[in-house]
């Protein structure tokens, strides 16, 4: 393969598709690890049912280790560039914590106060259903 295919040097164009097919591969296999990792945590908002095995979760994980080295070895074979880390993993934690905080500043008193002011301009029975879910 690697003969036939550097007799045809890709464009850039070519070589950007690679990659980005690569990296939205990349993304969906991260997300089914993350699913099978993620069904058997504790938290009350999971959205999967912990129905994987120990070995299910090992094998998926080898697997997808195999299809990420088979594609790093397919574009170092058509001598396709990586495409940089956008930004640290660190910066990336950090905005996802203050989103969080954000989010929980919405729930304070204060907040929540400015939602009983909407309620009572809505629609009586709007407002009960409402009410009936903030309680």
Not at 68 to 92: F, Q
Request: net charge negative; glycine share 2%.
């Amino acid at each position: 393969m690697s003969d036939e295919i550097k007799a045809h040097s890709f464009s850039e164009h070519h070589q950007r598709h690679v990659r980005t097919t690569f990296q939205y591969i990349d993304k969906l296999l991260a997300e089914a690890e993350h699913t099978m990792a993620d069904a058997g945590s504790p938290s009350p908002f999971r959205m999967h049912s912990d129905n994987t095995t120990p070995i299910q979760r090992k094998v998926t994980h080898d697997y997808i280790m195999r299809i990420r080295e088979a594609m790093r070895r397919v574009m170092e074979e058509l001598e396709i560039p990586p495409s940089e880390p956008h930004s640290g993993a660190v910066w990336a934690a950090a905005i996802n914590l203050m989103f969080c905080s954000i989010s929980l500043n919405e729930l304070t008193p204060g907040r929540m106060q400015a939602m009983d002011l909407l309620l009572l301009r809505l629609p009586i029975d709007w407002t009960l259903s409402a009410r009936s879910w903030m309680d």
